[in-house]
């Protein structure tokens, strides 16, 4: 779907000093790394401890899926994001 950022997964239990470029170089390793993100808190500017990670392609997304990760020493859990979460079109439910 043109637009929907299908290729994306929820990351969490993130240490907290895990920055955008961890995640980028980790992931990297399995492909192409549109975006990586980690969620701060507005009040404390601190990590929340989990964030989002976009793919170029879904290959690489179904290889991350397929694997444990363990990043800065914390294994972490990850989940596709189902593609409502973007306003795309899913059986003509947006």
């Known amino acids: 779907m043109e637009g929907c950022d299908q290729n994306k997964v ?3 239990g993130l240490a907290w000093e895990t ?7 980790y992931f990297g390793s399995y492909g192409n790394v549109v975006d ?5 808190d507005r009040i404390t ?6 964030g989002f990670v976009s ?19 914390r294994t972490v859990c990850f989940r596709q994001l189902p593609e409502f979460v973007y306003g795309c079109v899913v059986n003509n439910v947006v």
């Open 10 to 12: 929820f990351v969490g």
């Open 19 to 25: 920055t955008e470029d961890v995640l980028k170089e």
């Open 55 to 73: 793919f170029f392609e879904s290959e690489v997304l179904s290889k991350v899926l397929g694997d444990s990760h363990k990043i800065l020493g």
């Open 45 to 50: 500017g601190s990590s929340r401890g989990f």
């Open 36 to 40: 990586a993100v980690i969620v701060i």
